[in-house]
Every structure is written in C-alpha cells, then in structure tokens.
C-alpha cells in the first residue's frame, strides 16, 4: 500500500524586527568562541502583531569556521497585553569575506550568506502558535536582524 503525505508549504506567518544592542564577545569558554547579543526592543506583524521587549537575547557559539550557531530568545507584547514567548535556533554561514563584512557592521545582500532559524512560539492567548512549526529566513543588519517567519502547513 503506497500512502500519498501532504506536502508541506510555507505561508508567511510573522514579520520580525529584532533590535539588537552591543555584542558582548566572552571569548573562548569550554564549549567554544561564546558571544551575547543583547535584544533591546523590535516589532512583530502578522499573526501576532506587538512590540518586543527588552530583556532578551542572542546567546551565540562561533565554530572554528566561522559559522554562528544561533540561540536567541525573547518576548513581544501585543497592543491588547498579550505576551509572545519567541525562541529561535538556527545557523549563519557563508563564505569568509561576507561573514567578515557582517562582522564589521556592513550591509551585505542576504542572498550572499545562509541565515536561516526554526522559530518556536509560546503565547496563553494565542495557544495555537505553540501547536505549529515555524522556519525563518533571516538578515543581520548593523544593529538588527530581520526576518520572516513561515508556518509548515
């Protein structure tokens, strides 16, 4: 018996703007090149729509190839009190020069780098963001990253 499987689409879900303080370098600790990126506020639109808080952050390991494992956490809230919880895990990577220039605080055209998360979602008012997969495609700016973030139907 040969089952037809739903074939998974991505529908835009979440406009993010993560605004992002100074990265804080703790340098080479037993897990390796550790670095924090404070979140000190942003916007989410779409399914949810509010401003983030500060209090979060981006907690960063760096491997020896330059590519950055990311682990960022933080919380929105909505005009109406709702709170978000956000969690994204993810990579960004890409060729030694570009991941240089992003380094350095220069724009760089997204295409040029991969910075791509799964997003997790916890919200008591809006329970069924914590019931659905989410992936994102990224863009780090000087003092921001940008995304969006697809639900997997």
């Known amino acids: 018996m040969t089952e037809t499987l739903p074939v998974p689409a991505l529908v835009p879900s979440l406009q993010v703007r993560v605004e992002l303080a100074d990265l804080e370098d703790h340098g080479r600790t037993a897990a390796g ?30 491997r020896d190839d330059g590519t950055i494992e990311i ?46 998360t799964t997003v997790w979602l916890e919200s008591s008012a809006h329970p069924e963001l914590a019931n659905q997969l989410f992936v994102a495609a990224c863009a780090r700016h000087r003092n921001e990253v940008v995304y969006t973030a697809y639900r997997v139907s």
């Open 71 to 116: 682990d960022s956490r933080y919380s929105a809230r909505s005009d109406d009190g709702a709170f978000l919880y956000i969690r994204a895990i993810g990579l960004r990577t890409g060729p030694g020069d570009v991941l240089a220039a992003l380094g350095r605080g220069e724009e760089v055209d997204p295409r040029s780098y991969y910075f791509r």
């Open 33 to 62: 090149h550790r670095r924090v990126v404070p979140i000190v506020g942003g916007t989410v639109t779409g399914d949810f729509t509010g401003a983030i808080l500060p209090g979060g952050a981006d907690w960063q390991l760096v």
